[in-house]
């Protein structure tokens, strides 16, 4: 569920979210402030970003994607932590176990209630995420 295009602040865009959501949403991008204070927050591709940093495929593609985002989807809520764990998968892979009753992508973690998602390990990936890279 990708937010309208008249959403251009963060503060718009938790406000947007639904109600039953509005309180999870909050409380993670809290977390992620808190624990990632240097990656500014930005909308971006109709969610929040955070630390937008330029990119290049081996395709020749490029533009600018965040370390981290945070979205309301249809059926969930995804936190997007992006970058290279130790073992040459996500952070969120790496972590799967250990983050609680919810889906794990590569770099996404998919949850429906915040009291399912281990938030011990979610600061853990975003503090991993935000961290200066050589």
Known sequence: MKAPDAITTPADYLAWVPEKRREAMTTMHQLIRRTAPDLEPV????????????????????????????ASQKAHMSLYL?????????????????????????????FTKLENLNLEVVEELVAKAAAPRS
Not at 86 to 107: D, F, I, T
Request: charged fraction near 25%; hydrophobic fraction near 25%; aromatic fraction near 8%.
């Open 82 to 110: 992006c970058g290279e764990g130790e073992n040459g998968c996500y952070p969120a892979e790496e972590a799967k176990e250990r983050l609680g009753k919810v889906s794990v992508g590569k770099s996404c973690i998919r």
């Open 43 to 70: 909308i971006v591709y109709g969610m929040i970003g955070y630390g937008l940093e330029p990119y290049r495929t081996q395709s020749g593609c490029s533009g600018e994607w965040p370390r981290i985002a945070l």
